[in-house]
């Protein structure tokens, strides 16, 4: 990456941990989100991620909210386009065990070398020695919040 | 931004465009280009109706615990290896 003052940042793929977090309207989560988007931070959506948000919440409000951020200007909506990307999801699948949304994101983060933003740090550490490259993990926690006292984090 | 309409030409579906035309014979449409023109509209609506739900989660939000969060955020991106 250059040095340049004017460098756009490497972007943030968010994870299904974020993702419903945002469809089950956490407020503090959210605003994260929108606070990073006016700032210029690229944020990227993976969308079978995006389906997973949406299948646990199962509501018109919580689809709106997946559907608003795509609207960010700073987000953009990483899609499964073709075999070759298919073929490379399937193959983070195999490799770790993840569930196919996981697997996205992660696949997402290796071929792009961005951080995943997560609530849950621990499960990515748990595989990023699954794949060629470590995974880069960028956990959202409130550091004067008592251990376990998270009101943030989704059940995924 | 001037309120005459603007003129394009798109491509759409063969089976959009029968509906279109089928919505004007049926007398509940003026024009095709009025069927993409309302059908362009209410997308537009549902867009802003979305970014305005997550407005409206994120205006609940307590500033000091964000702050803190963003901050923690900077810290573990700063610790990264540049790309």
Not at chain 2, 28 to 45: G, H, Q, Y
Request: net charge negative.
């Amino acid at each position: 990456m250059s040095e340049d003052a004017g460098a756009v940042p490497a972007p943030y793929v968010l994870d299904v941990s974020v993702l419903t977090a945002v469809a089950r309207a956490d407020a503090g989560v959210t605003s994260l989100i929108l606070d990073l988007d006016a700032r210029g931070q690229p944020l990227v959506l993976p969308a079978l991620a995006m389906v997973a948000a949406s299948l646990d919440a199962r509501s018109e409000d919580a689809d709106d909210a997946l559907r608003g951020l795509e609207q960010l200007g700073s987000a953009e909506v990483a899609p499964l386009r073709d075999a070759d990307q298919a073929a490379r999801l399937a193959a983070v699948i195999a490799r770790t065990g993840l569930d196919p949304w996981d697997a996205h994101v992660a696949a997402v983060a290796d071929a792009a070398i961005c951080p995943i933003l997560t609530l849950a740090a621990a499960k990515w550490r748990e595989h990023s020695a699954d794949l060629d490259e470590p995974l880069h993990v960028i956990e959202i926690a409130d550091p004067g919040e008592a251990p376990g006292d998270s009101g943030s984090e989704p059940d995924r | 931004m001037s309120d005459r309409k603007a003129r394009l030409t798109i491509t759409v579906d063969p089976r959009l465009s029968a509906y279109a035309e089928q919505l004007v014979a049926e007398g509940r449409a003026s024009s095709v280009s009025a069927v993409f023109n309302d059908a362009l509209s209410e997308k537009a609506r549902r867009d802003r109706r979305a970014l305005d739900r997550l407005r409206e989660i994120a205006a609940q939000a307590d500033p000091a615990t964000v702050s803190r969060m963003m901050a923690h955020i900077d810290a573990q991106a700063a610790a990264l290896p540049q790309r």
